[in-house]
C-alpha cells in the first residue's frame, strides 16, 4: 500500500484527509473516534470569543436533495459555530493533540473583527499544542449577520486586515477559510496572501434553500413556519469547488499559495483531482455527515491503488499536475475537432441521444425504424451532450478526426495546427498571425 | 385435523387454513411508496419507448413512471387509465415478461428490466384505494348499447361507451361480473376479491346499466338486441373447452381446468376444496400452469404439467414454466394423452411420446404411465353459442381492425373475436378500439 503520508505547511498527517471544521469535529468525542477510524486530521469546529457561548435553534437545522433511491446529494444547514465553552473546547483539543501526535489538529476560529479578539483568544489556542488554526470567513448563516463569517470573507481588506493579526499574535500556521459566496474568489484569495496566509481553504457552504414546503408555504428546513438560507454542501458543489480551487491555483497573483480543498468529496477520486487541481489536500465533512467516518477507509485504499496503478510513490508527486491545463476559453485549440461515435455493441436503444440531440441540440443522430443510432457527421458539432445524458458509460465516446481529414460538417480539412479564438478571422481584436 | 398430501384420491384440507393463506397470498406484493420511488428512478425515459410499443394498450408508460418518480401516482393511474381501464388487472396477470418488460432497453442491458408491472400496480391502486373515479361522462347522446360479456373486453367497451355519453347495458350468462377476471386467473394475481372491487370502481362512471344471468342464444337474440339498441358490442369469451380425445376421459376424476380454476376462484374456504394427491395437467397454455400451480398450493403431492410439443413451443412463458416449477410443479414436454386408465375413478394416466416434424405432432409408440387421480384438461377454449349470422375467421367471430362483425351494427372483441392473442390487455384494448368505432359510427 502507498504511503499516504501528506505534508500540509509542514504539518504531517498520515493521509491527505481531513474532517473540515463542522459538527463532526466538535467534540472529544468525535475526533477520537475519527482518529480511530482513519482520518489524517481535523479542523476543529470553529471556536468563538470567551463568554457566553451562541446558541443554536431548537428546529432543524440541515434541509438536503435527493437522487435515486434517496441517495443525499446536496446538504445545507444552519448551524452556529460551536455552541459549547470556549474553555472546554480548549481543554478537549490539548487531551486530543497529545494523544493522537501524528494527526494534524488545526483550530478554526471566528472572533469579531476587533484586534483586541483576535489577541485574546490567539495564545489560548496555541497553548492546546495544536497545528495551526482556520479563520472562518466562510459560514454565510446567522453569524454573518452579526459581522463574522462570510461577512468578513466578501470584504478583501478585512480578511487581509484579520489574517496580518493572526500571524502577529500566532505562531504556527494560518489558513484562511474563503467563502464561495462572491463573484470572483481570486479576490479574497489574493487579500489573504497579502495579508501573509500560510494558506487558504475553500469552499465553505454556498448559500441556498434546498426546498420549499408547499404545504405550508415556507422554506426548508422551517422552523415555527419560518426559514432561513443555509449553507450548501455536499457532493452537488463539487464542481463550483474545483473551479474555485483551479482560479486560485492558476492566478499569477497565488500562485503557489497552499490550498486545502473542500468541497463534496466523497470519494478517493475527489480527492485525487482536487489535489491534482492544486490542492495539497482535502476536507470532508457532508460524507463523514451521511455516512459515518468510515467512508475514509475507501478513500484511502482508493487513492493507494490510484497512486500505485499511476506508479506515484508520494501524494506531492500528482499534486498540481492538473493545473497547467487550466486554461482560459479564448485559448481552446478551434482546431481540434471531435464527433460523437456510438458503439452498436454497447448501445440499449433507449434513444435519449436521439431525444436531447434532435429536440435540444443539433440534429445529429439519426434514429432508424428498427431503433439504431448514428451521428451524422455533417451535423455533430461534438458538444458531448449525447456522451452525457447515455445511460451506458462508455457507449457514446468522442473521437477526434485527424488532421488532414475532412470535418464533414464544415467541409474543411482539419488542419492539425493549434489555433485559437485571439488568432479567429471572426475576433474583432484578433492580432493577425505574423 | 389437516389430510396430508400422501391421502390418496380426490380429498379436500390437504393443507391447514395457515398453509393455504400463505399459499394464497400475491405473487407480487404490492410496492411500499419508497420501492416504488426507487423502481421508478430506474426508468431511463426512453425516446418512442419499446416498452409503450410492446404494450397492448400502448399505454404511455415513460410517461407514468415519471409521474410516479415525481411523486403523484394518482396521475400515473390516470394516464395508465386513460389507454386501460382495467389497467388494475392488467398489472397483476399480465405476461409483463412477454411484452413490456421484455421489450424494456434494461432488460436488453442487464437482464433486469423495469417493474413495470408492479409500479402500474402501485399507480393504479393508490388510485382505487382513495375510492375516486377519475373520468367524468360527456353528455348524454341518446344512444343505446349492448354489450354482450361482462369480462375484460365488454367492460373496457362498456366503460368508454358510457364515458362518451351512450347509455349502455351490459349482460352476462353468469350471476357476476368480471369474467376471465372472475372465473379464470390464479388466485394468487388476484387477492382480496380484486376483479369485484375493479368492476364497482370502473362502474362509478355512471351510465352501465348491469345485467346478470342473462345467456345470449337463450335469454337474448341478438335480432333482439339489434333491433332495441343501436349497436351491439359481443365479448362473449370461449365458453367451449377442447376435449381430449383419449380413452378413459369420461373418467371420474377428469375435468376442464377452466371448471376446476373457477370453482377455485369462487370457492369461500379453500381448506373445502378437493384436489388430487397425483395431479396430471395436459396443456401448455396459462391455463395449465394456473390449475397446475393451484393444486400444488392446495396441497396435491405431484404435479405433472404434459404438455405435447417441446419447451419453446409452449404457450406459457418462461416466467410461469418457472413459477410452475418452483411450486414443485413437474413439466413434461413432448408428451401426449394415450388413455386415461382406472375402475370407474382415475388412477393413473399413459402418456406416449411425441415427434413434431413440420408442425405436426405425431406419437413415436414409447408410452409411460403416472398415477394420476385428477387429470385437468387445458388443452385450449373453443367459440360456443355464438349467433349463427355473424361469419367466422377460422374458430373465431370474424371481425375487422376496428372490431365490426360481418353484420352492421355488431361489433365484437376479446377472445371471441379473431385477431390478438387470448389476453386480458389484448381484450380490453379490443373492448376501447371497438367502443371508439362505435361512438364514430353512431355520432358519424
Given amino acids: 500500500m502507498t504511503d499516504l503520508t501528506t505534508e500540509f505547511l509542514g504539518i504531517k498527517s498520515p493521509n491527505p484527509f481531513w474532517l473540515a471544521s463542522a459538527p463532526p469535529t466538535d467534540k472529544e468525542y468525535n475526533v477520537r473516534r475519527a482518529f480511530e477510524a482513519g482520518w489524517g486530521g481535523v479542523v476543529w469546529k470553529t471556536l468563538g470569543a470567551e463568554g457566553p457561548p451562541v446558541v443554536n435553534v431548537n428546529g432543524p437545522r440541515y434541509g438536503a436533495i435527493w437522487g435515486a433511491d434517496r441517495r443525499l446529494l446536496g446538504l445545507n444547514n444552519i448551524e452556529l459555530i460551536t455552541d459549547r465553552p470556549l474553555q472546554t473546547n480548549l481543554e478537549e483539543i490539548t487531551r486530543v493533540k497529545k494523544d493522537y501526535p501524528d494527526r494534524a489538529v488545526i483550530v478554526s476560529i471566528m472572533v469579531p473583527c476587533e484586534e483586541q479578539a483576535w489577541k485574546d483568544i490567539l495564545p489560548q489556542v496555541e497553548a492546546t499544542g495544536a497545528d495551526g488554526i482556520e479563520l472562518n470567513f466562510g459560514c454565510p448563516h446567522g453569524m454573518a449577520e452579526r459581522g463574522m463569517g462570510s461577512a468578513v470573507g466578501q470584504v478583501p481588506e478585512y480578511i487581509q486586515m484579520v489574517t496580518e493579526w493572526c500571524k502577529k499574535y500566532y505562531s504556527k500556521p494560518v489558513i484562511v477559510k474563503l467563502t464561495p459566496n462572491i463573484t470572483d474568489i481570486r479576490h479574497p484569495a489574493r487579500a489573504a496572501h497579502a495579508g501573509h496566509a500560510d494558506a487558504v481553504s475553500l469552499i465553505n457552504t454556498i448559500n441556498s434553500i434546498t426546498s420549499v414546503d408547499l404545504d405550508n408555504m415556507a422554506p426548508e428546513p422551517t422552523i415555527g413556519g419560518k426559514g432561513t438560507h443555509g449553507g450548501y454542501c455536499g457532493p452537488a458543489v463539487k464542481p463550483i469547488a474545483l473551479n474555485m480551487v483551479a482560479e486560485i491555483a492558476r492566478d499569477p497573483q497565488t500562485r503557489g499559495l497552499p490550498i486545502s480543498a473542500i468541497g463534496g468529496v466523497t470519494t478517493w477520486r475527489d480527492a485525487a483531482e482536487f489535489m491534482a487541481m492544486g490542492a495539497g489536500n482535502v476536507q470532508v465533512c457532508t460524507a463523514a455527515m451521511t455516512y459515518g467516518f468510515n467512508v475514509v477507509k475507501e478513500m484511502i485504499s482508493g487513492l493507494s491503488n490510484w497512486m500505485d496503478e499511476k506508479g506515484y510513490t508520494s501524494t506531492q508527486d500528482f499534486i498540481g499536475m492538473a493545473v497547467p491545463n487550466v486554461t482560459d476559453w479564448q485559448y481552446l485549440d478551434l482546431n481540434y475537432v471531435t464527433k460523437a461515435r456510438i458503439s452498436q455493441d454497447d448501445c440499449i436503444k433507449c434513444g435519449r441521444c436521439y431525444a436531447a440531440c434532435e429536440d435540444t441540440s443539433h440534429q445529429a443522430i439519426a434514429m432508424s425504424e428498427d431503433r439504431v443510432f448514428t451521428v451524422k457527421d455533417d451535423e455533430c458539432v461534438a458538444c458531448n451532450l449525447c456522451v452525457n445524458v447515455c445511460p451506458v458509460e462508455g457507449c457514446i465516446t468522442m473521437e477526434e478526426v485527424p488532421a488532414g481529414q475532412i470535418d464533414e460538417r464544415t467541409g474543411e480539412v482539419v488542419s492539425g495546427e493549434y489555433a485559437n479564438w485571439t488568432t479567429h478571422p471572426n475576433n474583432p481584436s484578433a492580432t493577425a498571425a505574423e | ?444
Fill in chain 2, 1 to 444: 385435523m389437516a389430510s396430508s398430501h400422501q391421502a390418496s384420491g380426490i380429498q379436500a384440507a390437504r393443507l391447514d387454513a395457515v398453509g393455504i393463506a400463505e399459499n394464497f397470498s400475491d405473487l407480487h406484493p404490492a410496492y411500499d411508496a419508497h420501492e416504488a420511488a426507487v423502481a421508478a428512478d430506474r426508468c431511463y425515459f426512453c425516446y418512442d419507448a419499446p416498452c409503450m410499443t410492446a404494450c397492448p394498450t400502448s399505454i404511455d408508460i415513460p410517461q407514468f413512471i415519471r409521474e410516479i418518480q415525481a411523486g403523484h401516482p394518482e396521475s400515473a393511474a390516470r394516464t395508465i387509465l386513460e389507454q386501460n381501464i382495467l389497467g388494475g388487472m392488467c398489472a397483476r396477470v399480465c405476461p409483463t415478461e412477454t411484452l413490456c418488460e421484455e421489450a424494456c432497453v434494461r432488460e436488453a442491458a442487464e437482464g433486469k428490466p423495469v417493474e413495470i408491472g408492479r409500479l402500474q400496480r402501485y399507480a393504479t391502486d393508490t388510485l382505487m384505494e382513495k375510492g375516486t373515479h377519475p373520468f367524468t361522462r360527456a353528455a348524454s347522446t341518446g344512444k343505446k348499447v349492448a354489450v354482450v360479456g361482462a369480462g375484460p373486453a365488454g367492460l373496457s367497451a362498456a366503460h368508454r361507451l358510457a364515458m362518451l355519453g351512450h347509455d349502455v347495458v351490459v349482460y352476462d350468462a353468469k350471476s357476476k361480473p368480471g369474467g376471465l377476471n372472475e372465473f379464470g386467473i390464479a388466485a394468487y394475481k388476484s387477492t382480496n376479491d380484486f376483479a369485484q372491487r375493479e368492476v364497482d370502481w370502473l362502474l362509478k362512471i355512471g351510465g352501465i346499466t348491469m345485467e346478470y344471468g342473462k345467456k345470449l342464444g337463450a335469454d337474448l337474440s341478438l335480432d333482439g338486441l339489434t333491433s332495441s339498441c343501436d349497436a351491439v358490442f359481443l365479448s362473449i369469451g370461449l365458453a367451449g373447452v377442447n376435449a381430449l380425445r383419449a380413452p378413459g376421459e369420461d373418467k371420474n376424476g377428469v375435468r376442464d381446468a377452466v371448471e376446476f380454476i373457477a370453482e377455485l376462484r369462487q370457492a369461500d374456504d379453500l381448506t373445502a376444496l378437493p384436489v388430487g394427491r397425483n395431479v396430471v395437467v395436459i396443456g401448455g397454455g396459462m391455463t395449465a400452469v394456473d390449475a397446475a400451480v393451484q393444486s400444488k398450493l392446495l396441497g396435491a403431492e405431484n404435479v405433472t404439467i404434459a404438455y405435447r410439443r417441446s419447451r419453446d413451443e409452449m404457450g406459457a412463458s418462461r416466467f410461469e414454466q418457472d413459477l410452475a416449477a418452483s411450486k414443485g410443479v413437474k413439466l413434461m414436454f413432448n408428451v401426449m394423452p394415450k388413455a386415461v386408465h382406472g375402475n370407474g375413478a382415475a388412477a393413473e394416466i399413459e402418456l406416449e411420446y411425441t415427434e413434431v416434424t413440420d408442425g405436426k405432432v405425431s406419437g413415436t409408440g414409447e408410452t409411460v404411465r403416472l398415477a394420476a387421480d385428477q387429470v385437468f384438461k387445458a388443452i385450449g377454449q373453443t367459440l360456443e353459442g355464438q349467433p349463427d349470422a355473424l361469419a367466422l375467421e377460422g374458430r373465431k367471430i370474424k371481425v375487422d381492425a376496428n372490431g365490426r362483425t360481418s353484420v352492421a351494427g355488431v361489433w365484437a372483441g376479446g377472445d371471441c373475436a379473431s385477431g390478438g392473442e387470448d389476453l386480458t390487455v389484448t381484450a380490453v384494448a379490443e373492448g376501447r378500439d371497438a367502443a371508439m368505432d362505435i361512438h364514430s359510427s353512431l355520432m358519424g
